[in-house]
């Protein structure tokens, strides 16, 4: 477990540590065809593919409006547009959560200096932030035992450093740690509990509008490591511009020498804005349909910065 620590307090430093580059960007320079998302000072957006630009203009061409020449000095970013974001001529914004499915992770890693702040049901909020590409640190609480009268109450938070990289075009693979504890407002710290986690490795298949990903888990209670792991498969598929299905299956494995597996699965919808998702969604199975035939229900939404 102190290995584990360690391997936590790592991760804080990178966290920490700047990584912001002093040097000033260079003009970026766009191949003819490139689709370009051009935001004015103003707020407006064109998008259009790239033409030619010079030292005060830059033209790109719209299959609505034609050429359009823009002054430099009224734009405040350009961003180029992947091709799985043009559809029919038309451009989507980025997925604004192609990191995370409903509770479990993808292998695609954050941009660096990306936050976000996710919320499950009001009481459990989560915050998430990028220092460098390939890493991402989530830390989080619950807020039943913050409302609660009960000195006695155990405060419980997690931690949850991802690690994750693109190996080749559209495969991408990664690993995180997850460890829960908790601390008792009255200080009472005697218990010889020193937490519970999964040590988990992914692997994601796709873009950032359509993929799947399959990991493996182990779980761990103080420093005893479960034999077998938890099957992890997701996926998540674009349809619209605001709209994606999204799902997260489970694979238990049961207590006991038995290799059988309980299984647990998830459906639900992602609303989706250019900096923010919301998810509806259905955790099911065989027991849970006996009760609540679609599912217990699960809502959360992520909000980027």
């Not at 029919?88 to 992770?105: A, D, H, M, Q, T």
Request: include cysteine; proline fraction near 4%; charge should be positive.
């Amino acid at each position: 477990m102190k290995k584990l620590w360690f391997f936590m307090l790592v991760f804080t430093g990178i966290f920490l540590y700047p990584t912001e580059s002093c040097l000033a960007q260079k003009e970026v320079t766009y191949t003819p065809g490139t689709v370009l998302q051009i935001t004015l000072q103003d707020g407006s957006q064109i998008s259009g593919n790239f033409v030619s630009q010079d030292d005060q203009t830059i033209i790109v061409e719209s299959a609505s409006m034609g050429k359009i020449t823009i002054e430099k000095s009224k734009i405040k970013s350009i961003k180029q547009v992947s091709e799985v974001n043009v559809k029919k001529g038309k451009v989507w914004f980025e997925n604004p959560n192609p990191y995370r499915y409903l509770i479990g992770s993808s292998a695609i890693p954050k941009p660096a200096k990306m936050a976000s702040y996710q919320n499950v049901w009001i009481f459990f909020n989560s915050f998430s932030y990028a220092p460098l590409k390939f890493m991402d640190i989530t830390g989080g609480f619950e807020l039943f035992s913050l409302l609660s009268k009960d000195k006695g109450a155990p405060y419980i938070f997690y931690l949850n450093p991802k690690i994750s990289t693109k190996i080749f075009d559209n495969f991408y693979a990664g690993g995180n740690v997850l460890y829960v504890n908790y601390f008792n407002h009255s200080g009472d710290n005697s218990s010889d509990f020193t937490g519970l986690g999964v040590l988990n490795g992914f692997a994601t298949y796709g873009t950032s509008n359509l993929n799947i990903t399959g990991g493996l888990g182990w779980g761990f209670v103080n420093q005893n490591f479960a034999k077998k792991p938890v099957i992890t498969l997701g996926g998540m598929a674009r349809v619209s511009r605001r709209i994606a299905f999204v799902s997260e299956n489970w694979f238990i494995p049961e207590i006991g020498e038995s290799n059988s597996y309980y299984s647990v699965f998830s459906y639900g919808i992602r609303f989706m804005g250019e900096k923010n998702a919301i998810d509806l969604a259905f955790i099911n199975n065989k027991d849970i349909s006996k009760t609540i035939f679609l599912g217990i229900p699960f809502l959360d939404f992520v909000v980027n910065f």
